[in-house]
């Protein structure tokens, strides 16, 4: 079944730009009808949807991060990766990745997440 | 603050019923059937529980129902099970693509 894995850097500084890289195992990012998409969820609160990516490069993002992220995918690599410029403490979260289906209806499976801490 | 609205907490008995709530508008939960829920059990990632209002995965037990009533969807878990204590969360697509989230819901089973 496909997995997904994400990787990175732990710890990032501020108004640096944090990339994270999300690998799938098990099955073809090129597949028709999904998404690959980006969450994060800072310390104790809830799942913030950051963006997807189609395998063609179509690209929808949160609208309150849209001029900071940005998502790309290399279908060679089966993979797909997430830029967030300028960051701040702010910016300090759990980041997830996650395959979805073409509308944003669901999100399965998803990566086991990674800590990422904004700090000088 | 989040977009949907989840109560922050509930709890229950073993065996009993319990229903979390999430609240949008005609531009999210109420415009679409594309609401799902998610299981986060403390340091794991979010288990889809339910997903097109009112359907579930491939082995998800059928003890998690979801349902719709205008702008607010609701996930019950009957039969409470000690496993079942996490946190909760709803998810629905809101127009022009975006997608939103309740602030999550932490079930404690008694």
């Known amino acids: 079944q496909v997995q997904l894995q994400e990787s990175g850097p732990g710890l990032v500084k501020p108004s640096q730009t944090l990339s994270l890289t999300c690998n799938v195992s098990?099955?073809?990012?090129?597949?028709?009808?999904?998404?690959w998409t980006w969450f994060r969820q800072h310390p104790g609160k809830g799942l913030e949807w950051i963006g997807y990516?189609?395998?063609?490069?179509?690209?929808y993002y949160n609208p309150s991060l849209n001029n900071l992220v940005t998502i790309s995918v290399d279908t060679s690599k089966n993979q797909f990766s997430l830029n967030l410029r300028s960051v701040t403490a702010a910016d300090t979260a759990v980041y997830y990745c996650a395959r979805g289906d073409e509308v944003g209806n669901w999100f399965d499976p998803w990566g086991q997440g990674t800590l990422v801490t904004v700090s000088s | 603050q989040s977009a949907l609205s989840q109560p922050a907490s509930v709890s229950g008995s073993p065996g009993q019923s319990i229903t979390i709530s999430c609240t949008g508008t005609n531009s999210d939960v109420g415009g679409y059937n594309y609401v799902s829920w998610y299981q986060q059990e403390p340091g794991k990632a979010p288990k889809l529980m339910i997903f097109?209002?009112?359907n579930r995965p491939s082995g998800v037990s059928n003890r998690f129902s979801g349902s719709k009533s205008g702008n607010t969807a609701s996930l019950t878990i009957s039969g409470l099970q000690a496993e079942d204590e996490a946190d909760y969360y709803c998810?629905?697509?809101?127009?022009?693509?975006?997608?939103?989230f309740g602030g999550g819901t932490k079930l404690t089973v008694l």
């Open positions: 097109e209002v009112s």
């Open positions: 098990g099955g073809s990012i090129r597949s028709s009808g999904y998404f």
């Open positions: 990516i189609y395998y063609s490069g179509s690209t």
């Open positions: 998810s629905s697509y809101r127009i022009n693509s975006i997608v939103v």
